[in-house]
């Protein structure tokens, strides 16, 4: 069976925990291979919700071999809580590692993270300000802690010391912090390490052994690729690269072990933070969505931005991510709406239209929907299992998409549990979809 790599196809929060937990129950390991606890992934499975910030979908499987690659970035004390609840739940987490070689948030990080923002005032990001952005920072300055340095006192001591030094003005206004003790915060991590210890390895050389004994390997992103950081609508994007390509950086493997890049996307679009969004709502309809589709942020609880379906960014993504399959989540949000729209192509400032997503940001950030209406349908979907199960106009919106982004959409989702979902026949022409619906 193959390798798949699952994307976010928007701005994040499409349900890429939902479908990876799905396509995990058929397959060997689930690699984490960027982001950190910026992100969440909810799963409902048994009537139970399951939140998770830096533990890989799979973790949920026992025995499932489930790897935080060493493109994450890692906050140690949240990766022991998360690690905790589990465990208390009746969660066996003996299939965890972790790379030695991913790097961890520090104190200071947070606090960078949070000064930063507030420096910005009314041009703020919208950070989650949980340090990932000065830990990816540090990481490219050279300056970062890794989880391996964890083990080893001395090497951490003297890590931690390099890192504060060229900081200390910036950290400054958290001077007498005690979190910023040089002891103090060598012996937190070093106990952190020991907690982690037995499921720190190597990671990369895991991954290979998996792949070459034929094993199904499950690569799951957070985010979505329109925040990729060099891709994405840059500044408001997040701190790495949430596309297929980082698959490989991030967990140590090449593009020829990659068979086949899913794309997760709503049946609508969501957003959180600022920057630019074509499509979003204003008013009664935009709340509907809202508080139908439960958007509010898994890490953060704050209310997502909603609008209508963005096909020129879902074709965008597609083309950056080389996508293979199309999985549509929340189709169900839908039902009762009587027309629906999608944007097809752009206006900008001065009436100019386009169908490509623009590269220079002031088009962007100028530019709206234009769209196109059909039909919607009454009828509630949970129940459905089956393609022909949807009503015409459900079909007919997914052909649409499919159609419009030129990629098959081969899993649909109807409904938070993981049963409300369905295989959709494209999925019968698609390896790994084919082999995961049996």
């Given at each position: 069976m193959p390798s798949i790599v699952i994307v976010g196809a928007q701005w994040g929060d499409e349900g890429k925990g939902k479908i990876t937990d799905l396509l995990a129950e058929r397959s060997d390991a689930v690699i984490r291979f960027q982001g950190g606890n910026n992100a969440g992934h909810t799963i409902v499975r048994d009537g139970q919700v399951w939140k998770l910030h830096l533990m890989p979908s799979g973790i949920l499987y026992p025995g499932k071999t489930c790897v935080i690659g060493n493109g994450v970035v890692i906050d140690p004390k949240v990766l022991t809580?998360?690690?905790?609840?589990?465990?208390?739940?009746?969660?066996?987490?003996?299939?965890?590692?972790?790379?030695a070689n991913a790097h961890v948030i520090m104190p200071y990080h947070l606090m960078l993270d949070t000064a930063g923002e507030a420096r910005l005032g009314s041009l703020q990001i919208g950070t989650t300000r949980r340090g990932i952005g000065p830990c990816y920072a540090d990481k490219a300055a050279r300056l970062g802690i890794r989880v391996q340095d964890?083990?080893?006192?001395?090497?951490?001591?003297?890590?931690?010391?390099?890192?504060?030094?060229?900081?200390?003005?910036?950290?400054?206004?958290?001077?007498?912090?005690?979190?910023?003790?040089?002891?103090?915060?060598?012996?937190?991590?070093?106990?952190?390490?020991?907690r982690l210890e037995q499921h720190i390895a190597d990671t990369t050389r895991l991954v290979w052994d998996l792949l070459e004994d034929g094993r199904q390997v499950i690569f799951e992103g957070a985010q979505g690729?329109?925040?990729?950081?060099?891709?994405?609508?840059?500044?408001?994007?997040?701190?790495?690269?949430?596309?297929?390509?980082?698959?490989?950086?991030?967990?140590?493997?090449?593009?020829?072990?990659?068979?086949?890049?899913?794309?997760?996307?709503?049946?609508?679009?969501?957003?959180?933070?600022?920057?630019?969004?074509?499509?979003?709502?204003?008013?009664?309809?935009?709340?509907?969505?809202?508080?139908?589709?439960?958007?509010?942020?898994?890490?953060?609880?704050?209310?997502?931005?909603?609008?209508?379906?963005?096909?020129?960014?879902?074709?965008?993504?597609?083309?950056?991510?080389?996508?293979?399959?199309?999985?549509?989540?929340?189709?169900?949000?839908?039902?009762?709406?009587?027309?629906?729209?999608?944007?097809?192509?752009?206006?900008?400032?001065?009436?100019?239209?386009?169908d490509?997503?623009?590269?220079?940001?002031?088009?962007?950030?100028?530019?709206?929907?234009?769209?196109?209406?059909?039909?919607?349908?009454?009828?509630?979907?949970?129940?459905?299992?089956?393609?022909?199960?949807?009503?015409?106009?459900?079909?007919?919106?997914?052909?649409?998409?499919?159609?419009?982004?030129?990629?098959?959409v081969v899993l649909v989702g109807v409904g938070p549990g993981r049963e409300q979902v369905i295989w959709t026949e494209a999925a019968q022409h698609t390896i790994a979809a084919n082999a995961l619906a049996r």
């Open positions: 809580d998360e690690l905790e609840e589990l465990r208390r739940r009746g969660v066996d987490t003996g299939g965890l590692r972790i790379s964890l083990l080893d006192e001395k090497i951490l001591k003297k890590k931690i010391v390099a890192a504060l030094e060229p900081k200390r003005l910036s950290l400054r206004p958290f001077a007498k912090d005690p979190k910023l003790d040089l002891q103090t915060m060598t012996e937190d991590y070093m106990t952190y390490g020991h690729a329109l925040l990729d950081i060099d891709h994405g609508t840059y500044p408001f994007v997040t701190s790495s690269n949430p596309i297929a390509a980082a698959a490989c950086i991030g967990s140590g493997v090449g593009p020829k072990d990659i068979d086949e890049i899913w794309g997760i996307t709503k049946a609508y679009a969501t957003r959180v933070g600022a920057g630019p969004f074509p499509t979003e709502m204003e008013g009664e309809q935009g709340e509907l969505l809202r508080e139908r589709g439960g958007e509010f942020g898994t890490t953060t609880g704050r209310a997502r931005r909603v609008g209508w379906l963005d096909l020129v960014a879902l074709r965008y993504a597609a083309k950056l991510n080389s996508l293979t399959a199309l999985a549509v989540t929340k189709l169900d949000v839908l039902s009762g709406l009587e027309e629906l729209y999608v944007c097809t192509r752009y206006r900008g400032a001065e009436g100019a239209e386009f490509v997503f623009p590269y220079h940001q002031t088009v962007l950030h100028h530019a709206t929907g234009e769209y196109e209406t059909v039909p919607g349908w009454e009828e509630d979907l949970g129940e459905c299992r089956t393609e022909a199960e949807l009503p015409q106009a459900a079909r007919d919106y997914l052909a649409a998409i499919s159609d419009f982004v030129g990629v098959p």
